[in-house]
């Protein structure tokens, strides 16, 4: 027989791709091989599991927000344990803020301003299916779609991060938009 803490549990795994997802756009590129983003993901998840049993958020929109502002501590901690000796503090730089930006630019992605609670409850739905299914896209392609996308960075921006031309960015992106829609569609059509 499942309990309410299996409960609890099902209800927040369904967020571990959107919030490994937004981790992944705050981390520094000189980070990348220091830092555990699904043991920081974990950690938040584990935290919210226990936060939740002796009651908090329920609804979808709170708990989101929520469960990014343990994240938002959780990956302060780990970027602190990581430049422990190199750190400026007239530098540093609340991660909250830069977290629901990216949510929020992720949100954008998606669809322009819905109102009615139905219509919100199905775009949290998209949110967590676009932050499941962009993984699934080859790594340039993704990486073109979350910088140009979800960090806002300019094609130029990105053609020198990634060392390739303009044209290059712009079909990774046309190609990667083309496969996320296909996939979020077949997708759309198997739920019941």
């Known amino acids: ?9 099902c209800g927040l ?22 830092l555990d983003l699904s043991g920081v993901v974990q950690q938040t998840l584990w935290e919210a599991h226990r936060a939740l049993v002796a009651g908090a958020p329920t609804g979808d929109a709170e708990l989101a927000a929520w469960l990014r502002r343990i994240l938002a501590n959780n990956l302060a901690d ?5 430049r422990a000796e190199k ?8 991660l909250e803020p830069a977290l629901d ?10 669809v322009a301003n819905q109102s009615s609670p139905s219509q919100r409850a199905e775009h949290r739905e998209e949110l967590l299916a676009l ?3 962009l993984p699934r896209l ?3 392609q993704r990486l073109a779609v979350e910088l140009h996308y979800l960090q806002g960075w300019p094609l130029a921006a990105i053609a020198e991060h990634m060392e ?14 083309a496969r996320l829609r296909q996939w979020l569609q077949e997708d759309q059509q198997e739920q019941p």
């Open 1 to 9: 027989m499942i309990d309410d803490t299996d409960t609890l549990a």
């Open 13 to 34: 795994e369904r967020y571990r791709v959107y919030l490994h997802l937004l981790a992944r756009l705050q981390l520094d590129p000189r980070l990348r091989g220091k």
């Open 78 to 82: 780990e970027f602190r344990r990581c």
């Open 87 to 94: 750190r400026l503090l007239d530098r540093e730089r609340s």
């Open 101 to 110: 930006e990216s949510s929020a630019r992720l949100a954008a992605f998606l």
């Open 131 to 133: 932050a499941k299914t």
């Open 138 to 140: 080859p790594d340039a």
């Open 164 to 177: 390739c031309s303009k044209p290059a960015v712009a079909g990774l992106l046309h190609r990667g938009l």
